[in-house]
Structure formats: structure tokens, C-alpha cells
């Protein structure tokens, strides 16, 4: 259990960092092309999140891209870290 949680928190951390790089890097460079691969990434996470919230107009244009990449990073730095634990308890 406790490497579990190692590894998902830094698996999630990892993703958190990146995605402020890409994010900074982004908007130094002017470039769509850095934040649309960050988005593109979580995009069935965000979709699912505007599925359950229903969202639509103004409100989805902000929240929901926001929501779904904190929903998504959860979700994969877990699903990661819980393949990494595994591998490594019956490595041993």
C-alpha cells in the first residue's frame, strides 16, 4: 500500500510539473501547438467531466477543461502508480 501511494503521488506530481512547463512554455512562446497537446492528452477526462456536469456555454469553456485535467492527472498518476506497484511486489 505504501508504495502505492509513493509512486501515484509521484506519478501525479510529475504530471502536475509538466503540465506547468507546457503550460509556461506555452504562453512564452505564443504557441497553441504546446497547450493543445497538454489538453489533447486529458481529453477523455475532460469530456467525461462535461458529460457528468452537464456543462454548456461560458461555463464549460473554463471549468471543465480545468476540472477534467485535475480529474484526469488523479486518474492516471493512480492507474501508473498502481501498475508500477504491482510490477515491482511480484518482481521481488
Given at each position: 500500500?505504501?508504495?502505492?501511494?509513493?509512486?501515484?503521488?509521484?506519478?501525479?506530481?510529475?504530471q502536475l510539473l509538466a503540465c506547468i512547463?507546457?503550460?509556461?512554455?506555452?504562453?512564452?512562446?505564443?504557441?497553441?501547438?504546446?497547450?493543445?497537446?497538454?489538453?489533447?492528452?486529458?481529453?477523455?477526462?475532460?469530456?467525461?467531466?462535461?458529460?457528468?456536469?452537464?456543462?454548456?456555454?461560458?461555463?464549460?469553456?473554463?471549468?471543465?477543461?480545468?476540472?477534467?485535467m485535475a480529474l484526469g492527472m488523479l486518474?492516471?498518476?493512480?492507474?501508473?502508480?498502481?501498475?508500477?506497484?504491482?510490477?515491482?511486489?511480484?518482481?521481488n
Amino acid at each position: 500500500m505504501n508504495q502505492f501511494l509513493k509512486y501515484t503521488a509521484i506519478f501525479v506530481g510529475a504530471q502536475l510539473l509538466a503540465c506547468i512547463a507546457l503550460w509556461l512554455s506555452a504562453i512564452a512562446l505564443s504557441s497553441d501547438v504546446l497547450f493543445g497537446t497538454m489538453v489533447y492528452f486529458y481529453w477523455p477526462t475532460i469530456i467525461l467531466v462535461a458529460k457528468l456536469l452537464g456543462a454548456s456555454g461560458e461555463s464549460a469553456m473554463i471549468a471543465v477543461p480545468i476540472y477534467g485535467m485535475a480529474l484526469g492527472m488523479l486518474l492516471y498518476g493512480t492507474i501508473i502508480g498502481l501498475l508500477v506497484s504491482y510490477i515491482k511486489t511480484n518482481a521481488n
